[in-house]
């Protein structure tokens, strides 16, 4: 049986890594999806040669792991922490606490809002596949479907929620992950949350701009 600080290192260094991973397929993917609003035929391409790839089922399978393997320890983490807050039980090693010290109350909102802004993003993940994944459109009809996605009030409405959740989540995430891992530290520590809000603020605002292009220029 592991030990159980051992067990909380090797979870967080998971939630860290399966993070890491799903946020460098969201810079892709914002990239990719860019294009519909700024260059339409090039979406059409771009979308077309991506779902032609014999390799897209592959990293689509990995990419479902990573999110379920994240979903799942961050999920233990967090009732763990619960656990120990009520003294059931010690605080496992790279189990630190979530809501910020610092005086900020944008990172304590995220911080507290973590489980409430992951579930919003697998709603707005199943809604989202359902429209645009498991009816995938025809080549050259990607960006008509897209519209169609967004063309009810509340679809556009959920779009923009999951992006503005999304920037929550990367906000307390960037700089939690390091925490767990034993990497954050005075001399690093304003380093980290600088590149961590920039990175909430760049992708939450590309995910909010392009739906709203999307709307705002058919």
């Known amino acids: 049986m592991v030990p159980r600080p051992l067990a909380g290192r090797l979870a967080s260094g998971w939630v860290a890594a399966t993070g890491l991973s799903l946020v460098l397929f969201l810079l892709a993917h914002l990239l990719g999806v860019a294009l519909a609003p700024l260059d339409p035929l090039r979406f059409e391409a ?10 897209l089922p592959l990293a689509e399978l990995a990419l479902v792991a990573a999110a379920l393997t994240h979903l799942v320890l961050a999920v233990a ?8 807050k009520l003294g059931a039980e010690p605080r496992p090693a790279g189990s630190a606490g979530l809501v910020s010290r610092r005086g900020e109350p944008l990172a304590a909102l995220a911080a507290r ?9 697998l709603v707005f993940l199943a809604v989202h596949l359902a429209q645009l994944r498991w009816l995938r459109p025809a080549a050259g009809q990607e960006l008509a479907a897209l519209r169609a996605a967004l063309a009810s009030p ?21 700089e939690a992950a390091h925490r767990s891992l034993g ?7 304003a380093r980290i949350r600088r590149w ?20 705002l220029r058919p």
């Open 154 to 174: 509340a679809a556009l409405a959920l779009y923009l929620a999951a992006a503005l959740a999304l920037g929550l989540h990367l906000l307390h995430g960037a």
């Open 77 to 84: 983490k967090v009732l763990a922490n619960r656990r120990a």
């Open 183 to 189: 990497l954050l530290d005075p001399a690093n520590g």
């Open 196 to 215: 961590g809000r920039a990175l909430a603020a760049g992708l939450a605002g590309g995910f909010v701009l392009v739906p709203l292009l999307l709307v």
């Open 113 to 121: 809002s973590a489980p409430l802004s992951g579930t919003l993003l």
């Open 46 to 55: 771009y979308a077309a040669a991506l779902h032609a790839s014999p390799w």
